[in-house]
């Protein structure tokens, strides 16, 4: 029989990564902001970056708050299943591709199902792409955390699962910019990189709903979802925010959808709202503001 793990076996043992890390980033983001303007590149806006800024700070500091219940709800779903993984190098490395796989999909389905498009469109709704749009993490995005949970099940040890997790987390810093262009092919077949991610985050037609992979580009690949860097990136969101003010940035698809689901008068029908593709809420949001006007 399996040793039960308690939160304090994993507080302990389980250093927080992201907030160490955090000052570095910030520094970084601050260095890039200054050669942008020494440049003329116009790749930041002062606004928009303290925006970016106050989301993430807030982020991070929920994060310290919740910690606890979050680490608490995966520890319960590993300690009921009957198995475990034993803690080593290679299994460790398999952990991160299985989570990287996880994180493949929570990202896919971030963006095809309103209710976690609402958790993730404060990543996407500013029209500069530099390190500071990495901060722009929703203060919602831990409902995903139900994607993740295959990990426990199957056995991976939790300090390993938070481990595996914070630098997959970390490495999505990297790729927001737009002084890394092309990289060598073998990384580009096998990595995301910041043409492929710059990708992910434009509006342009045919590059909405690509490369959803996190650190691994290749489940992009296999699921058909995988689009190459041929033209310049138009970031931002089809329902682009005329604003800077932090909490709107987070909650204003939370609106939205509160907004169909008070018009819709079938209870069904209402909680249904919550997992249809975004393109529909963004289409019944339009109608709505015409209709107010």
């Excluded at 929920?62 to 290679?90: A, D, E, H, M, T």
């Excluded at 489940?219 to 033209?231: K, L, Y």
Aim: glycine share 4%.
């Amino acid at each position: 029989m399996k040793e039960k793990i308690t939160l304090d076996d994993v507080l302990s043992n389980a250093p927080d990564l992201i907030l160490y890390a955090a000052p570095l980033m910030i520094g970084l983001a601050l260095l890039e902001f200054y050669f942008s303007w020494k440049q003329k590149k116009k790749l930041y806006e002062r606004k928009d970056f303290f925006a970016s800024l106050t989301i993430g700070l807030v982020s991070v500091f929920q994060n310290l708050l919740i910690k606890s219940l979050l680490f608490g709800f995966v520890i319960w779903v590993y300690n009921i299943v009957p198995w475990s993984i034993p803690v080593n190098w290679w299994t460790s490395i398999i952990c991160f591709f299985a989570l990287d796989f996880c994180r493949y999909w929570a990202h896919r389905m971030g963006h095809e199902t309103s209710l976690f498009w609402a958790t993730h469109v404060t990543h996407h709704n500013s029209e500069k792409y530099n390190l500071s749009t990495s901060f722009r993490l929703s203060w919602t995005q831990q409902l995903k955390v139900v994607f993740f949970l295959p990990i426990s099940l199957m056995g991976f040890h939790p300090v390993v699962f938070f481990i595996c997790h914070q630098i997959a987390v970390l490495y999505q810093f990297w790729i927001h910019t737009e002084y890394i262009r092309k990289l060598p092919k073998w990384i580009n077949f096998l990595f995301v990189t910041p043409s492929h991610h710059r990708v992910h985050h434009g509006k342009n037609a045919h590059y909405l709903d690509k490369n959803y992979g996190s650190t691994f580009i290749i489940w992009d690949r296999i699921f058909g979802t995988f689009q190459p860097e041929d033209e310049q990136a138009i970031y931002g969101i089809l329902d682009q925010p005329k604003h800077h003010n932090p909490i709107k940035l987070v909650f204003h698809v939370w609106g939205d959808i509160f907004r169909s689901m008070k018009k819709t008068k079938n209870p069904i029908k209402a909680v249904l709202l919550l997992f249809q593709s975004p393109d529909l809420l963004y289409k019944n949001e339009k109608l709505l503001k015409n209709e107010r006007k």
